[in-house]
């Protein structure tokens, strides 16, 4: 049984690891297109599903080299989680030859994008022991976030084993970017860090298509959906949008959609549903709910009151005109509906339908290069979570020959770096599909500090003979990840699903908390006396009474796991004895026929996705609600400052509607 990890403290407390996302050359080669010998070193991913019937065939990633590899081989890496988990799946892509990259410090460059495998993983177990003392509800004041202590010695700590050719670190980077790629501000997403969910995370399929149908409105005008301009509202909109999917008309107004279902509480509404305002009895407006805190609505711009543009709004910002606020209720439309041809069409589309798994390996490897990737998107204008998968794809998380020592090359770069090359044997395809096999050089860097860097040079620098190859892909170009991955599909890879395989990575992993600044969630608070009187006078529950209900064992004295499943105990609830590391309650709920929403409500377990709001980044984290208000959620949490003391802390909405969190109800 695995213990749910402690929430990881960094000065001032992360909200969210960010990974920034770029794109690579034009001609790249994944570790999983070098022709190689089958070795230890292999690293198997499992295929993804995808909503048609076509397949696509999951290749291992091993190199074999010719020359200048001092390799050893790959260790396989073992899962911290409860449950048996696949490995992520990748299917092979190949990327159209190019020339050579406009780098200032690169030579020869050729690139080919080929995708690579995550290792394989096993499920270790863990010593149920509590034979520590138990947390003591309360300590004197309040304390700024200190380093994370380890769980009691008394509990068995599951062993992750790194591949043989993986760094440590980072390591020191021998090249410089120019300064004059450098950006000023960071171009904020359309998206506000919407995530579009996996296809598989939707029990109604129907779901899934009102929500990539929504999104690909946004920003659109009247124009481009050949109404008028006064006939262009969130009705029309909404009311258009499932006649296209469904071919049902939910009314011209609001005040009919609010009468097209069965009218429910907005806590309860899924994603698919349309959500109403309502205030002295009038409807005020209605949009279409995405999940994650976030609507899609028709309104004016900010720069233009008299334009009128399909936006997503967050719940608790300000908007164009006001702050949209909670809605009254929901309406569930999402019954009894049979796609049209267009709706089968945005199925089969979708974007993020392959059925990747989490493991350690790739969180791991998230977590070696993801503040990095941060940072340098934010500062030369590339999406990180994009960076980030494709690193994943291409490298096996890293674990690939030419992705380890000494070669450090993360996006399968050909040519030299600095004069630095190594040679492979690797496998290419001609323009008819056939496959033959070359001896190519590839960069080798000094670390993956100089790996990532690169790479962002040759998207802002772009290719010999056209320095804006890659602009498209840009941040401040592109507006959100999921252009930006669209666009790399026939420029990057030749391969048709790319977009589809970085998208679903990057819903998998939760990599567009990587896109948005490293921001505070808080001072953690020792004691209830420290609460703010905005939260305090928000509090329904007594503290907790310090009893361990958790006798079986199952969960170590002192974890997050093991308080919230107290708490739950203590206010007359339960949930069930074996729901894993805390990042893993929010799956392990579903599975067991709980109630989840990503709407905040009291009394509710909350479950941190790895590295979200300072959580562990391989085992994720989990607290309990004790209040809500309109600027963000109170909870109370264990093993923050020590195993043995009960904390609360404050969370600011933009965590609290996320899309890395899941709350989760006892029954």
Known sequence: MKHGKKLKNS???????????????????????????????????????????????????????????????????????????????????????????????????????????????????????????????????????????????????????????????????????????????????????????????????????????????????????????????????????????????????????????????????????????????????????????????????????????????????????????????????????????????????????????????????????GEEARELGKDYDVFASVMIAQAILESGSGSSQLAGIPNYNLFGIKGNFNGNSVTFDTNEENSAGQSYTISASFRKYASYKDSLMDYVQLLRQGIRGNDNFYKPAWRSEAKNYLQTTSFLTGKYATDTQYNNKLNSLIATYNLTRFDLPKSEAGMILASSSDIPDSYHSKLVYPVYDGVNYNQSGSYPVGQCTWYVYNRFRQLGKSVDEFMGNGGAWGAKAVSLGYKTSQIPEVGTAISFQPGVAGADGQYGHVAFVEAVTADGILISESNVINDRTISYRVLPNEVAYGSGVTYISGK
Not at 33 to 56: I, N, W, Y
Not at 214 to 228: L, M, N, P
């Open 11 to 369: 000065v001032g407390l992360a909200i969210a690891l960010v990974i920034l996302g770029t794109e690579s050359a034009p001609v790249f080669t994944l570790a999983s297109e070098v022709a190689k010998e089958k070795t230890s070193a292999e690293v198997q991913m499992s295929q993804g599903t995808m909503p048609t019937d076509e397949e696509t065939e999951s290749t291992t990633s091993e190199t074999t080299t010719s020359s200048d590899t001092n390799s050893s081989s790959t260790e396989n890496t073992e899962s911290a989680t409860e449950n048996d988990e696949e490995n992520t799946s990748a299917t092979e892509s190949s990327t159209n030859e190019t020339e050579d990259s406009n780098s200032s410090n690169t030579e020869d460059s050729e690139t080919s994008a080929t995708t690579d495998s995550s290792s394989s993983v096993e499920t270790p177990t863990t010593d149920s022991s509590s034979s520590v003392e138990e947390p003591k509800p309360e300590t004197p004041k309040p304390v700024a976030p200190q380093a994370p202590t380890s769980p009691s010695s008394s509990v068995e700590q599951p062993v992750v084993s790194q591949p043989a050719q993986a760094p440590d670190t980072l390591g020191s980077a021998t090249i410089e970017l120019d300064e004059a790629l450098k950006v000023d501000d960071l171009t904020k997403s359309n998206l506000k860090g919407y995530e579009l969910p996996l296809l598989n995370a939707f029990e109604d399929e129907n779901r899934a298509v009102v929500l990539a149908e929504a999104i690909k409105g946004i920003e659109k005008t009247h124009e481009e959906f050949q109404v008028e301009a006064t006939d262009f509202n969130s009705a029309t909109f909404i009311d258009g949008l499932y006649q296209r999917l469904f071919d049902v008309s939910l009314g011209k107004t609001s005040a009919e959609q609010a009468n097209a279902g069965s009218r429910i509480k907005f806590e309860e509404a899924q994603p698919g549903e349309v959500l109403f305002w309502e205030e002295n009895g009038t409807i005020q407006k209605n949009g279409i709910y995405l999940g994650q805190g976030k609507y899609i609505t028709v309104a004016p711009e900010a720069k233009d009151e008299t334009k009128q543009t399909v936006q997503l709004f967050d719940f608790y910002e300000t908007g164009a005109t006001e702050k949209p606020g909670l809605p009254t209720f929901a309406t569930n439309v999402m019954t009894d509906l049979k796609r049209t041809d267009y709706g089968e069409n945005v199925l089969k589309t979708y974007s993020a339908s392959f059925d990747f798994k989490r493991n350690e390996q790739t969180e791991s490897f998230i977590q070696q290069i």
